[in-house]
């Protein structure tokens, strides 16, 4: 793994005190790459000869710009936004138009290698515990049927280690401790328990690389719910499916760990320091909402160091962790990038100031061209030349608590018929959920619960919103009825320095403590708030 990632560490670590330089070749490249496609012959790809040429000829893009294109190639007409062969599509939840299908060009897929490359590199030479074992990769969502476009053009690789290229997969697939096609091979039931089984057999787990730390946690509560049956198959070398008669399973009998797995899960939480001893490094989501989980996933794992993922996209990656940097580094070489201000100024990576935000527009070699990816960052310092940047956020009202994307025109368009004041929130008091506020004056106890049923139920056309309820990440919503409900929104969002005259009515607030504020809010009147 090591030799295979070197050169592309190498060649990126070069980059980062020219990043003018690196930059510019990545933009060179993907338009003369792209002037005889679509895109290119329409913006003119091969008179441009600059960044401000680019800027100055292609229209900002957001993915409803990019669907009807792209929902042609998925219908069989190839080459709408690329010259190359399209050799997959990966499916990711949308904020406000439900799923979003991006296409996969060899070079697009090239261009997360040239991130995630460099990042295993350094990961392996400086966290040299991580070698010892084995490692677990949750890349693809669980219990995801397979699908194709109408010209057999995959959506979604065959396997996780796919996404790290052909000449790498091989070796983490024998790195890893769980077949790297499981996630498209079994339902959630069966993924879940098979992974936890395979989880518990391998004592030489050394490193746990998933998206969310929910997902994680929520695996630590199975091991506790399966614990018996976990340590009965172990020990029997068979498989206890939810649902289906245990069966012969292809790991031997094993009765020592057996045994010290189950020392290990004999309390109310599992001890992850005897399951897994040689355990170094966790990889997560750290920043944004995200970090709300940190301190619970540090008491779970309390030996583990754990690494942010910076701010990968299924669109493209943006930024990169390496070990003894705070904050993540732009990743120079996976897509030309483009930062804009308050004002909507477009920046380049070279000319952003310390300490300010930004939101991110990319241009991949896969058809996206000056991209609105509707991230924010903020700038965190340097490295060498390269900005270090901390994602603090979607743009716009988005609230995510793990990857779930709502924002307030996908919950307008999916709440029911409903009378009066109407609030949606993320809370985290007994576990991950929304709460829906609704007026006790305008909603009985029935038609509250009515409400958030369907509410919840029609948030579940969004796929990553399902998917973190199907793995128990997010809990049904929960309605609660106030009194004065307007009264009290308006009074707390005063109490927070916010002019009567300046609140904007909202759906939807990305806040976790709303339950809190209106409490709050309903000890004073309306009229303390003019």
């Not at 709300?292 to 794992?301: C, G, K, S």
Request: glycine residues 8%.
């Amino acid at each position: 793994m090591l030799a295979v990632t070197r050169s592309p560490y190498q060649r990126l670590m070069a980059a980062m005190a020219d990043p003018a330089g690196a930059q510019l070749r990545v933009l060179r490249g993907i338009l003369r790459a792209q002037r005889d496609s679509p895109p290119g012959r329409r913006f003119g790809f091969a008179e441009i000869r600059n960044a401000g040429d680019y800027r100055r000829r292609v229209p900002v893009h957001r993915y409803s710009d990019l669907q009807p294109e792209i929902q042609s190639m998925l219908e069989g007409e190839p080459n709408r936004l690329v010259s190359q062969p399209v050799i997959c599509y990966e499916r990711t939840g949308g904020s406000t138009g439900g799923a979003k299908i991006i296409p996969y060009t060899a070079a697009a897929l090239g261009a997360f290698h040239a991130a995630i490359h460099p990042w295993l590199h350094d990961l392996a030479r400086n966290r040299p515990g991580l070698t010892s074992g084995r490692a677990y990769w949750a890349i693809s969502p669980a219990g995801r049927a397979p699908e194709w476009s109408a010209d057999g053009t995959p959506i979604g690789l065959d396997s996780d280690v796919a996404y790290f290229g052909p000449a790498l997969a091989p070796h983490l697939a024998a790195l890893s401790v769980a077949e790297p096609d499981l996630a498209r091979s079994a339902d959630l039931e069966s993924w879940r328990y098979l992974t936890l089984l395979r989880l518990v057999a391998a004592e030489d787990l050394s490193l746990i690389s998933v998206w969310s730390p929910t997902f994680l946690l929520l695996l630590l509560q199975g091991l506790v719910q399966h614990g018996p049956a976990l340590v009965r198959d172990l020990a029997d070398g068979s498989l206890s499916l939810p649902g289906s008669p245990s069966r012969p399973d292809a790991a031997a009998p094993d009765r020592g760990r057996a045994d010290r797995v189950e020392r290990a899960l004999d309390g109310s939480e599992p001890d992850t320091l005897r399951l897994w001893p040689r355990l170094d490094t966790l990889s997560c989501w750290t920043s944004g909402a995200a970090a709300w989980f940190l301190p619970q996933l540090r008491r779970a794992f309390p030996a583990a160091w754990i690494q942010g993922k910076g701010l990968l996209a299924t669109e493209g990656v943006v930024t990169l962790p390496l070990v003894g940097l705070e904050h993540p580094v732009l990743a120079l070489h996976s897509g030309f990038f483009e930062f804009l201000d308050e004002r909507d100024h477009s920046r380049l990576a070279w000319e952003l100031e310390p300490d300010a935000e930004y939101r991110v527009l990319i241009t991949t070699p896969g058809g996206l061209y000056r991209y609105a990816l509707e991230d924010r960052v903020r700038v965190r310092g340097r490295l060498l030349a390269t900005p270090l940047l901390e994602f603090i956020g979607r743009a716009g009202a988005v609230s995510d608590l793990c990857g779930e994307k709502l924002d307030e025109p996908l919950v307008r368009a999916a709440l029911p018929d409903a009378v009066g004041f109407a609030l949606l929130a993320p809370a985290l008091a007994r576990g991950a959920h929304y709460v829906l506020f609704m007026d006790e004056r305008e909603q009985t106890a029935e038609t509250a619960q009515e409400l958030a049923a369907e509410l919840d139920r029609r948030l579940r056309s969004n796929p990553q919103y399902d998917y973190a309820r199907r793995l128990g990440q997010l809990g049904e919503i929960r309605p609660r009825r106030l009194s004065r409900a307007l009264e009290r929104y308006l009074g707390a969002l005063r109490r927070g320095g916010q002019r009567l005259g300046d609140i904007k009515p909202a759906l939807l607030r990305n806040e976790t403590d709303w339950e809190q504020r209106l409490g709050e809010a309903g000890q004073q009147s309306y009229g303390s708030c003019q």
